[in-house]
């Protein structure tokens, strides 16, 4: 049952506090007893059986029962990780790592970094000769596996998050799968809060044809998957809809959690919207509301997105205090890969943040688009944690049954395939088209990967890596385009700024957008903008930072984020190590941004628009299928409108935008990829 809290008059000490009834909060249990109470814990005896005794063993069980943080302690006390071995479990999101990794460390009781660590790319806590345990992206294993084929250091991989499908994961079953046939002792758990298990198992059902080399199994495995259903113990859940559609799902949100606030028991709201910037406009909002009342609220609000800072993302899993309640307003992180205790309303605003790629036009788009059924259902259970919770759906229960698709689209399905191609070569898989996909990627989205590798001039005509460029690129951990840039930095002799731009490319953003006045926030980013483009306006930034002595104070003055220009200053420093290795000279311009912008080009031609003629509302073709797009308002190039400009990536709202843009000379496109231009007779 829930109590109330009861305000007590101190009347001798004159002090007004706060107090419960009941002490019996999530939040005093000791870790052991609280690993004991896990849904998974029953089955501990029973998995450790089928690991031993099966060669790949899938476990179901609903978000929250434990799998991710108690299995590999498992496996690790059934001696799993003796002998020099190693127990891997991967996740498809960077902060799922960390978050777990910490939590399992903490379990255990020791330092994190040392028996278990994490690796997640740019940033490695893990000690070679003490990690048994690691936690690491789907993506670095992928990596991993380039050095180290069979992957002999582990014992164990589990694959967790196995239902969101991302490509990297995908990918790394479709090879562990090939592993397994040349490595018997290699154990594969696959873990999924979903029980689309059975197309998981289908997958790893051993056929003659797939089991041909295997001749060393050892006696008595099993090569058939094993599948394994936690029972969870979720509590009831009741779904409230809207009874009529709302357009601003913000303000929907920020008012049910307003109402709930008002009207129900304390326990606390998780809300999903989508990403960044509109869970800070939620954040403000509410922050702002709950002051126009004049009350003290009680309320705790919460931001949880990839990129947060780490000491905020540790707020999000501390117990909320008696008389508080927290408000945790959160991306679909928080849909399967993280688990906050206490959530009893949950507000799903039935959208997600997905990328899609159309191979025709040739563009990735992150949208903001409706979330499967499925997903619906995850989020309302994240409500039934502690007790019986309510969800607050922001759309109609007739959306909810015709609109919304049943399950969601693999992300193979749905994006860019070059950086996935480009790796499977540097594995030695030359048959793409015949690799043992979990889900197939369409024709025509390989035949375009293929294109542009081609063009980047890391192909040849057999579709095979050229050597060494093809492998460098494979090698560096950044999509190729930005690999391209940097290994033809080198013979521009622009090495130096094309690594501060590469290194700028691979965080979010540098600049601080929620806070004060948008003209304030223009006008400081003038002080840096440079006519050619966002680029180099990162070297000036970049300069800058380091010029103020990396201050943080200089970072708020000028509206860019400490957190990211620190990330940045990091990644430059690992690529310009991965870039020694190379063979790349480390060498400066000196200001002629001529060759960094020729460099720029060398990597992402692909991406070139040019103005329409007569426009007056700034709308470019893009080159390569003459579709409509713009300059993003956060570009230092918006309103300036070049006639000729490559963009990074592309952003749709109500319109496509372009994002991190600079201006070029058209003649350098036939010079850097000539069989990509040749038919525009430009
Ligand atoms: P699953 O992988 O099955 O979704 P987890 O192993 O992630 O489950 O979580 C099991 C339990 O461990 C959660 O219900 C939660 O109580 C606790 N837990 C997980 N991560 C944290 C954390 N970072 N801080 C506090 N508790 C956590
Ligand atoms: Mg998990």
Request: a neutral charge; proline letters at 4%.
């Amino acid at each position: 049952g829930t109590e109330k809290p009861r305000l007590v008059d101190d009347e001798e000490g004159g002090v007004l506090f706060l107090t419960s009834s009941s002490s019996s909060g999530y939040g005093y249990a000791s870790i052991e007893k609280q690993r004991q109470r896990l849904p998974v814990y029953k089955y501990r005896t029973a998995i450790l059986y089928l690991v031993e005794s099966h060669a790949t063993t899938i476990v179901v069980g609903e978000t929250g029962s434990g799998k991710t943080t108690q299995i590999p302690q498992y496996l690790k006390e059934a001696g799993w990780a003796e002998g020099g071995r190693v127990i891997a479990c991967t996740q498809p999101r960077r902060l799922a790592v960390q978050a777990v990794a910490s939590r399992v460390a903490e379990e255990m009781g020791v330092k994190l970094g040392e028996e278990v660590g994490y690796t997640i790319r740019f940033e490695d806590a893990t000690n070679p000769g003490t990690t048994v345990i690691k936690f690491l992206t789907d993506g670095v294993l992928l990596r991993e596996m380039m050095g180290d084929p069979l992957l002999t250091k582990y014992s164990v991989v589990m694959v967790d998050e196995a239902h969101e499908r991302s490509i990297s994961t995908d990918i790394v079953l479709g090879l562990l799968k090939k592993i397994q046939r040349r490595r018997s002792d290699l154990r594969l758990i696959i873990s999924s809060a979903t029980i689309e298990a059975k197309s998981m198992s289908d997958f790893f059902q051993p056929s003659s044809r797939r089991h041909r080399g295997s001749e060393s199994v050892e006696p008595g495995l099993k090569m058939e998957p094993a599948i394994l259903s936690v029972e969870g113990r979720g509590f009831n859940v009741q779904i409230h809809y809207l009874e009529e559609p709302v357009s601003d799902y913000v303000r929907a949100a920020v008012s049910t959690v307003l109402l709930i606030h008002d009207k129900e028991p304390f326990g606390d709201i998780l809300v999903f919207l989508t990403g960044e910037e509109d869970i800070e406009a939620a954040v403000k909002q509410l922050t702002d509301d709950i002051q126009d009342r004049k009350i003290s609220s009680g309320l705790i609000v919460l931001p949880l997105y990839s990129g947060l800072p780490r000491a905020e993302q540790d707020l999000i899993f501390s117990p909320t205090s008696r008389g508080k309640r927290k408000v945790v307003i959160s991306t679909n992180i928080a849909e399967t890969s993280l688990t906050l205790e206490g959530v009893v309303y949950l507000i799903d605003s039935g959208f997600s943040k997905q990328q899609f790629y159309n191979p025709i036009t040739d563009i990735e788009n992150l949208v903001v688009a409706p979330i499967s059924q499925a997903s619906a259902r995850q989020r309302a259970g994240r409500a039934g944690r502690v007790r019986p919770g309510k969800c607050y759906r922001l759309y109609t229960e007739e959306y909810f049954l015709k609109e919304m698709s049943a399950q969601g689209i693999p992300e193979i399905q749905r994006s860019n395939l070059v950086s996935c191609i480009i790796q499977l070569k540097a594995l030695g898989i030359d048959n793409i088209l015949g690799f043992d996909w979990p889900a197939s990627p369409s024709p025509e989205s390989m035949i375009r990967a293929l294109e542009i590798l081609y063009s980047l001039e890391v192909l040849d005509d057999d579709a095979k890596l050229i050597s060494p460029v093809g492998f460098h690129v494979a090698e560096i951990p950044l999509e190729p385009m930005i690999s391209k840039m940097i290994l033809s930095s080198n013979q521009l002799g622009c090495s130096e700024e094309i690594l501060t731009i590469s290194a700028v490319l691979s965080v979010q953003s540098i600049w601080v957008t929620g806070r004060g006045v948008r003209k304030e926030f223009d006008e400081a980013k003038m002080r840096f903008a440079a006519a050619e483009g966002d680029h180099v306006t990162f070297l000036n930034v970049y300069k800058g930072f380091l010029e103020s002595g990396k201050s943080s104070n200089w970072c708020y003055k000028n509206y860019i984020n400490y957190h990211a220009m620190k990330k940045v200053v990091e990644i430059r420093e690992q690529l310009q190590r991965i870039a020694q290795r190379l063979g790349i000279d480390l060498k400066s311009c000196e200001g002629n941004l001529q060759a960094v912008r020729k460099a720029v080009t060398a990597g992402f031609f692909a991406n070139a628009c040019r103005l329409e003629p007569y426009s007056h509302n700034g709308m470019y073709k893009t080159l390569r299928a003459s579709q409509e797009v713009y300059i993003h308002p956060s570009s230092v190039l918006f309103r300036v409108n070049p006639k000729w400009v490559l963009y990074q990536s592309i952003v749709s709202t109500d319109r496509r935008y372009m994002r991190n843009v600079i201006s070029i000379e058209p003649s350098w496109l036939t010079e850097v990829a000539p069989h990509f231009y040749q038919k525009q007779g430009l």
